[in-house]
């Protein structure tokens, strides 16, 4: 699991560290709500419970949650 | 992709032009920083699920949830989901409970509520949940922490959350029916050009207590547990077709046993009359979990070991085929239907074989919602 956690900070630095910066001007696509993460709070709520409760386990998404008795 | 980025570069000096007017600043300007604006919606879901030759749970819920900005730095954010759940969930392996396979009937109610302070670079928020069954109660808190770059294209965040759970079934008395976990997240979300998002975040929960199903035949799990999980999500927008695909892929390591790797995609298509189409689809693998012995006895059980008949803790893959359609009015009001079809088989699991003996498993969901943007 270290070499995994070591892998995905390496991606996330190096991806970081060579894009151009947006500029303030160039924000109008993404501005859409399509290109938001969990732009519908609702809907990943109840998607994240369903799988929570068929699958084995979750996580990735967020903290704080709280648990249920369906898992 | 060349020419789609070409138009994107052409169409800039337009909106340069225009987002140097006072006001009408995007909210994708601000989208690292706080929201201009608050929402409430209202769902109802639909639910069901089955196995060959006999249905299982199903579950009514009407949810709400509202995000409200307030005194100028500071927001408010809250949702409420009453579950009514009906139906007969497996005892042992595919086996249903009660007699009959009819089952029971159980409610769940559950709130949340956040509330976050904005600065300049940074903000700070703090939320609390709370849900409530019968046999079942769920407490947290929660922390985040975001810090975002002066030009608001990277954004860091730092989660800790506590819950205490409380476990009580019905029939019996536990000695011990409380479970105890933290969990953490870091996370980064980077701007990679004014057509591309990602967003990686790894999380980490540790928790002890009980574990095991109390409604389960010979259901003993262990009293810890660690899970790791790593998800990244891709959004790139393309200006023609005007349409916006979504990636993602989450790994998940338990120590339960059992690796996953989920899949996900969505193609979001506007159409004309302020109206967006959304097919998606998922794949989702995992491995059993070390307790998790095949039926139709448990081989290789051993008495005093942890052992479970849980289909839910088997190796299989699954699939989700979904369809969205939304419409958002002028005024800010919006709607929305989907339709969602989810199935399990043991011989669809990647990277290894699929527990033997295990029925195959679908459900569908049905979920409308109205919002209104204030």
């Not at chain 1, 696509?29 to 290109?35: D, G, I, N, T």
């Not at chain 2, 579950?59 to 509202?66: D, M």
Request: charged content about 20%; aromatic content about 14%; overall charge neutral.
């Amino acid at each position: 699991m270290r070499r995994i956690l070591i892998v995905a900070l390496a991606i996330a630095c190096a991806g970081c560290a060579t894009v151009t910066p947006v500029k303030p001007w160039e924000k109008g696509e993404l501005a859409r709500p399509s290109m938001q993460f969990d732009n519908d709070r609702l809907e990943a709520k109840y998607t994240e419970h369903i799988y929570q409760s068929k699958e084995m386990a979750s996580g990735g998404h967020g903290v704080g949650g709280g648990g249920c008795g369906c898992n | 992709m060349a020419a789609t980025e070409a138009k994107s570069a052409a169409i800039n000096p337009l909106l340069a032009a225009a987002l140097a007017l006072p006001g009408i600043l995007p909210a994708a300007a601000l989208a690292q920083s706080m929201p201009d604006q608050g929402i409430f919606s209202v769902n109802y879901l639909d639910y069901r699920d089955w196995q060959p030759g006999a249905d299982r749970m199903s579950v009514k819920s009407p949810s709400f949830y509202v995000l409200a900005p307030f005194a100028d730095k500071w927001t408010f954010e809250g949702s409420v989901v009453y579950d009514a759940m009906s139906g007969a969930s497996p005892l042992y392996f595919n086996t249903l409970s009660g007699a009959s396979g009819t089952g029971i009937t159980e409610y769940r109610t559950a709130g949340d509520a956040k509330v976050t302070r904005y600065f300049d670079r940074y903000s700070i928020g703090v939320g609390g949940a709370y849900s409530h069954e019968r046999d079942y109660i769920s407490r947290a808190g929660s922390l985040d922490v975001r810090w975002w770059t002066a030009d608001h294209n990277t954004t860091f965040a730092f989660g800790f959350a506590g819950n205490a759970d409380y476990i009580h079934p019905a029939d019996r008395e536990l000695d011990n029916g409380r479970r105890h976990t933290l969990d953490f997240l870091a996370g980064v979300t980077q701007n990679l050009s004014p057509v591309d998002i990602v967003q990686s975040n790894i999380t980490y929960s540790t928790g002890h207590g009980y574990y095991s199903d109390p409604y389960k035949l010979l259901d003993t799990r262990p009293d810890e547990r660690r899970i790791w999980a790593w998800l990244t999500r891709y959004n790139h927008r393309f200006v023609q077709p005007d349409a916006t695909l979504q990636l993602g892929y989450r790994y998940l390591n338990d120590s339960f046993g059992g690796d996953s790797h989920a899949f996900d995609v969505a193609w979001v298509q506007s159409l004309p009359g302020n109206v967006t189409l959304t097919p998606s689809f998922r794949y989702y693998t995992q491995g059993a979990a070390d307790f998790f012995f095949g039926p139709p006895f448990p081989q290789g059980f051993q008495f005093g070991q942890s052992f479970t008949a849980d289909t839910r803790l088997s190796a299989f893959g699954a699939m989700t085929a979904g369809i969205k359609v939304a419409k958002v009015f002028a005024d800010g009001w919006g709607i929305n239907l989907s339709f969602d079809f989810y199935r399990q088989r043991s011989g669809w699991r990647a990277f290894g074989a699929g527990s033997d003996g295990i029925e195959a498993f679908s459900a569908r969901w049905i979920n409308a919602g109205v919002s209104k943007a204030f």
